[in-house]
């Protein structure tokens, strides 16, 4: 594995904007993907990183430095719906199978 | 909307029973992934498949196999359950014609319970 590391719990206020940090082993490093899975649900998809440096889709932005083996998730005007668990993982030396961190569950207040 | 299908959602069954767990996916993608899922836990690959033929274990041990006749279909099977296989079970697929960075689409999952 990659011993994928991630904060297990944060909060934020809907509205504001919050940044969820991940840090992983660089050997064997092959990309980095970040996942929203809500409560009982499925993960989905969100964003890929394989170079150095910010991707930004809508409110979400995520960011990647290779050298420092660390990531982040930006998640800007916060909303209520985006109270979930957001999951880092890392493609390594397999290529396509992933290894997951455990999730930084997220809660959004009023 | 990714096309990817797990039957059942929930299985409740006794110990001892040969279960399997279908996944299917629609979208012709020739890699397919088991996870196991525990609650509040990450997600830990127990097997994936790179194609037709192709099983190889994942990162977790698991009891469980898995076979990959077509390319649509990948069921995983218990052949004899166990309380300490009560867990969520998510299979996902994604493609490889475009390289490593293709997201893995995941199904609704089938969560476990053995008696």
């Known amino acids: 594995g990659q011993n994928i590391d991630q904060p297990t719990e944060m909060t934020a206020t809907e509205g504001a904007i919050v940044q969820i940090n991940c840090t992983y082993q660089?050997?064997?490093?092959?990309?980095l993907f970040w996942y929203q899975q809500h409560a009982g649900e499925a993960p989905t998809f969100l964003s890929y990183?394989?170079?150095?440096g910010l991707e930004e889709k809508g409110r979400f932005s995520s960011f990647l430095s290779r050298s420092k083996g660390y990531s982040y998730l930006l998640l800007k005007e916060l909303q209520m719906k985006d109270s979930a668990s957001y999951l880092c993982?890392?493609?390594?030396?397999?290529?396509?199978?992933?290894?997951f961190g455990k999730g930084t569950s997220l809660l959004v207040t009023p | 909307e990714a096309d990817i299908y797990q039957t059942p959602r929930y299985l409740v069954i006794g110990t001892g029973k040969k279960i399997t767990l279908e996944c299917s996916q629609t979208?012709?993608?020739?890699?397919m992934y088991w996870y196991q899922q525990d609650p509040g836990m990450e997600l830990h690959l127990i097997h994936y498949?790179?194609?037709?033929?192709?099983?190889e274990k994942g990162d977790l041990s698991s009891e469980s196999t898995v076979s990959r006749i077509r390319t649509e279909h990948f069921p995983l099977t218990l052949e004899s359950a166990r309380p300490s296989h009560t867990s969520q079970y998510l299979c996902?697929?994604?493609?490889?014609?475009?390289?490593?960075?293709?997201?893995?689409?995941f199904g609704d999952g089938t969560r476990l319970s053995i008696l």
């Open positions: 996902a697929s994604s493609e490889s014609s475009r390289g490593v960075g293709q997201p893995q689409h």
């Open positions: 498949s790179y194609g037709v033929n192709s099983t």
């Open positions: 979208m012709g993608h020739d890699k």
């Open positions: 990183n394989v170079l150095d």
């Open positions: 660089t050997s064997g490093f092959n990309g």
């Open positions: 993982a890392g493609s390594g030396n397999s290529g396509y199978a992933l290894n």
